[in-house]
C-alpha cells in the first residue's frame, strides 16, 4: 500500500503543480497559493471532523521542530509553482523529485527528526546520478 500511497501523492503532485501554475497566471501568484492552502485547509477540518481519531490536546508535546510543516507547505507550494512556471512540468518535478531524493537520504544516512539510519551505499548514489542524467536529457534541447 505505500507504493500505491506514494504513486498517488507523486501523480498528485504533479497535477497540482501544474494546476496552481495556471491558477497563479490568472489571479496571482500568492492569491493562488492562499486560495489553494485555504481549500486544504477547509478540507482538513472536515476530514478532521468526519475521520479524525486524534486529538489535538497533547500538540504542546510535541517538539516545536514539527510545527513548521504548515510553513515547508507554504514554500512548497509557492516553490512548485515558479519553479513549473520557469521550466516545463517534466524538468520542474524531476528537479523538484532529485531533490526530495537527496534530502531524504540526507535525513535516512544521519538518522535525523527520529528517523532509522539507512545507509547511503554506492547503489543510491548511482540511483541519483542516474536520475540527474533523465532530467539533464529531458532539458538537453536538440
Known amino acids: 500500500m505505500g507504493f500505491i500511497f506514494s504513486i498517488i501523492a507523486g501523480a498528485a503532485m504533479s497535477i497540482q503543480g501544474v494546476m496552481n501554475t495556471r491558477l497563479s497566471e490568472k489571479i496571482g501568484l500568492y492569491e493562488s497559493n492562499a486560495f489553494v492552502q485555504g481549500t486544504a485547509f477547509l478540507l482538513s477540518l472536515l476530514s478532521v471532523w468526519i475521520l479524525g481519531k486524534g486529538s489535538f490536546?497533547?500538540?504542546g508535546d510535541v517538539n516545536k521542530f514539527y510545527l513548521l510543516g504548515g510553513v515547508l507547505g507554504l514554500i512548497i507550494t509557492i516553490t512548485v509553482m515558479?519553479?513549473?512556471g520557469k521550466l516545463s512540468p517534466t524538468v520542474a518535478i524531476s528537479t523538484i523529485?532529485?531533490?526530495q531524493l537527496l534530502v531524504a537520504a540526507i535525513?535516512?544516512?544521519?538518522?535525523?527528526?527520529?528517523s532509522e539510519k539507512i545507509a547511503f551505499t554506492w547503489n543510491k548514489y548511482v540511483?541519483?546520478?542516474l536520475l540527474i542524467g533523465g532530467m539533464l536529457l529531458f532539458k538537453w534541447k536538440t
Open 57 to 59: 490536546k497533547n500538540i
Open 82 to 84: 515558479l519553479g513549473v
Open 97 to 99: 523529485l532529485i531533490s
Open 107 to 114: 535525513i535516512d544516512a544521519f538518522g535525523l527528526m527520529g
Open 127 to 129: 540511483g541519483l546520478i
